[in-house]
């Protein structure tokens, strides 16, 4: 590990993919320095089982860190309200808004996104 400058203006957000035990994971990336923990499960991972959610580790992330915990990957729109309470203030909303459920293709158009995000943003004001 090298000595890099960084600037007070940059933000280091750490993923913890795939992640063996995610709460060692998520305290190892605490002590390297980082400002955010991600908890993150990847569409490739989700489509291998689909049944599986960040939910499913995201407890483990946040009881292994003190620094704020964003949630992605198997995240519904009706789950979002719920994060902050969790412990996950910060989410990344993609794959259920634009990756189709068949292909890893966007699931529908530029406008209908639009509108679909700002009802969204609407909900949790």
Known sequence: M????VDDAI???ISLDGADDYRAEARRMEDLGADVVIAHLGFDERA??????????????????????????GIRLSDLSRLPGLG??????????????QA?????????????????????S
Not at 2 to 5: E, I, S, V
Not at 55 to 64: E, H
Not at 88 to 101: D, F, H, K, T
């Open 2 to 5: 090298t000595d890099l400058p």
């Open 104 to 124: 890893f293709s966007p699931a529908v158009d530029l406008h209908t996104l639009g509108e679909i995000l700002a009802e969204l943003v609407q909900s949790l």
């Open 48 to 73: 291998e089982a689909s049944q599986r959610s960040v939910f499913d580790f995201l407890p483990d992330v946040i009881a292994g860190t003190s620094l704020p915990v964003q949630a992605v990957g």
């Open 11 to 13: 933000t280091v957000q």
């Open 88 to 101: 996950a203030p910060l989410v990344v909303v993609g794959a259920p808004l634009v990756i189709s459920q």
